[in-house]
């Protein structure tokens, strides 16, 4: 569905990025690892073309990126962000209903067919209950909902998310991640997710991709990448790799220096 090839990126001097080159199927849960600086979060802006790469080039479906307008970019591949800020309390239906921007004509009025797409993505989230809510008013778990629902209001085949579970409780990141998961096996949409935890990534994903320095250090299944030597190496740090007793997923410990 994806494809990356030798992509580079810098925004002053410096590469952020550095000859990147993989490919997401359709129906996968991709994860993207790596310290902070390593170039997450900029790699998901260019799959979303909201950067341009310095060098290389992204074909979605075989057609390169640069040559899709944004209109069908953004009905076809949907973004959360790590934070997302509106300027205005907005409800929780009027902020599900921006999804549906890149499919409205000049006029830009909801139809009730977008109405319909609308509260069908709040029912998946089930936040339909609270639609008329203020966006102000809501917890941070409630958020993250109401903004993936906003993305599948977009019916995109692709959802890409940036840190999605960063300032969230264990209870809501589980929450989130199981609703992510569902809709990945039951509505194949296709997941590329930027995350700091790596036993998350561990435990949702399909395959992984580890930065480091702006290049891609290991890719392959949780099993392939998430190893002691590969971890210590990139992170700069002692940890413990052992197998998650009920998944058998690979997990990471830390480990105190000296201890």
Known sequence: MIEVHSVSFRYHENWVLEN?????????????????????????????RLLSPQKGEILFELVPMKKMDRADIAKRIA?????????FPFSVLETVLMGRSPHLGHLMFESEKDME?????MEWTEILPFSERSMDELS???????????????????ILLDE??????????????????????EKGLTIVM?????????????RLILLRGGGIYRAGTPDQVITKENIENV?????????????????????????
């Open 20 to 48: 990147i080159s993989f490919r997401v199927e359709k129906g996968e849960f991709v994860g993207v690892i790596g310290p902070n600086g390593s170039g997450k979060t900029t790699l998901l802006k260019i799959l979303y």
């Open 79 to 87: 973004v959360v962000a790590q934070e997302t800020h509106l300027l």
């Open 117 to 121: 797409i609308a509260k069908k993505a």
């Open 140 to 158: 941070g778990g409630e958020r993250k909902r109401v903004f993936i629902a906003r993305a599948l209001a977009q019916e995109p085949e692709v």
């Open 164 to 185: 999605p579970t960063a300032n969230l409780d264990i209870h809501h990141q589980m929450d989130f991640l199981d609703l992510i998961l569902t809709l990945n096996r």
């Open 194 to 206: 930027a995350s700091h935890d790596i036993n998350i990534a561990s435990e949702f994903c399909d």
């Open 235 to 259: 992170y700069g740090c002692e940890v413990w790799v052992d197998q998650n007793p009920f998944s058998g997923m690979p997990r990471i410990s830390l480990l105190k220096k000296g201890g």
